[in-house]
């Protein structure tokens, strides 16, 4: 799978939009970008996942690159539960179930 | 949505030890499944890929003799740690894909990790 590449921390005012990037240049034509955070000592929690068209669902929103070497992750209207680390992965698809490769993430902290 | 359940949350054991955890796909078949380990503030690692019916694969550097995973039916798959020793000590998460078929719509969800302690 393609590695990523997110900023190690970002800070986000609570009701602000959260802006998080990801770079991921060796990405191939069947890997898809998934989004991932999570919450101090829990499992991680799927946002959302894309190929190359921009998507929105109930949590976030993701914009890929024309090029499709780098996403943004944008939660609209971040709250104070949105704290966390957030991990950008590229995952290939196969036709069966393939593993997630997690990377270091980048930790979202949201503040009043 | 579809919902995998860990068992136990948290265990506490003694050196030498084993340790069984749980890992259910409560809404789902899943065919394969997936265990990691966690160490505070470090990225998740994956340990090995559970196969029902069939044997587990390893990552490299994974003991399969320390690490016996066991995904016995669709919805079931065991991890347990065997002879524990405190460098064992680790958050351990399952996954399982929701595998609806196409690359448009599965997802892997997570359990909720367990946290295990070995003195």
């Known amino acids: 799978d393609a590695k990523t590449t997110q900023p190690t921390s970002m800070d986000c005012a609570e009701g602000r939009a959260a802006n998080l990037p990801c770079n991921h240049s060796t990405i191939s034509g069947n890997e898809y970008v998934y989004w991932y955070r999570q919450i101090h000592s829990q499992g991680p929690q799927y946002i959302i996942h894309?190929?190359?068209n921009n998507e929105t669902n109930e949590m976030a929103s993701l914009i890929i690159t024309e090029d499709r070497k780098s996403s943004t992750l944008i939660l609209p209207h971040a709250t104070l539960r949105d704290t966390a680390v957030y991990y950008c992965i590229v995952r290939g698809w196969f036709g069966t179930a393939s593993k997630l490769t997690f990377g270091t993430g980048t930790r979202l902290q949201v503040t009043l | 949505g579809a919902v995998v359940s860990q068992h136990p949350s948290r265990v506490i054991c003694k050196s030498g030890t084993s340790v069984k955890i749980e890992c259910r796909s409560l809404d789902f078949q899943a065919t394969t499944m997936f265990w990691y380990r966690q160490f505070p503030k470090k990225s998740l690692m994956l340990m090995a890929t559970?196969?029902?019916?069939?044997?587990?694969?390893?990552e490299q550097g994974v003991e399969k003799d320390k690490f016996l995973i066991n995904h016995a039916s669709l919805t079931l798959s065991t991890l347990t740690v065997t002879s524990a020793h405190p460098e064992d000590s680790s958050f351990y998460i399952c996954?399982?894909?929701?595998?609806?078929?196409?690359?448009?719509?599965?997802?892997?969800?997570f359990g909720s990790g367990t946290q295990l302690s070995v003195l």
């Open positions: 559970s196969n029902e019916g069939s044997k587990a694969t390893y």
């Open positions: 996954s399982a894909g929701d595998q609806t078929g196409t690359p448009t719509n599965e997802k892997l969800f």
């Open positions: 894309g190929l190359k």
